[in-house]
């Protein structure tokens, strides 16, 4: 997951939502390379990958619970 807020909000939200309890890892884009570099359009941009860190799917724009349990064949 990354984002452009303050440090220290991002940490919070992390602390909050306990995402490192399943497995995100949060960093900050300061410099705002990412939309580019992955030719992203819209935000939110999801990335979903397999525990094997492999690629499963990306979805621009929000995405509720079923689509992103879709996303992962459930």
Do not use: C, W
């Amino acid at each position: 997951m990354a984002t452009t807020q303050p440090f220290n909000d991002m940490k919070a939200f992390a602390a909050k939502y306990k995402l490192a309890n399943h497995g995100i890892t949060v960093g900050r884009d300061i410099a705002y390379v990412m939309p580019p570099y992955y030719e992203m359009k819209n935000l939110p941009y999801l990335a979903f990958y397999d525990k094997n860190k492999k690629l499963i799917s990306t979805f621009e724009g929000g995405l509720g619970i079923p689509g992103i349990l879709k996303a992962f064949g459930r």
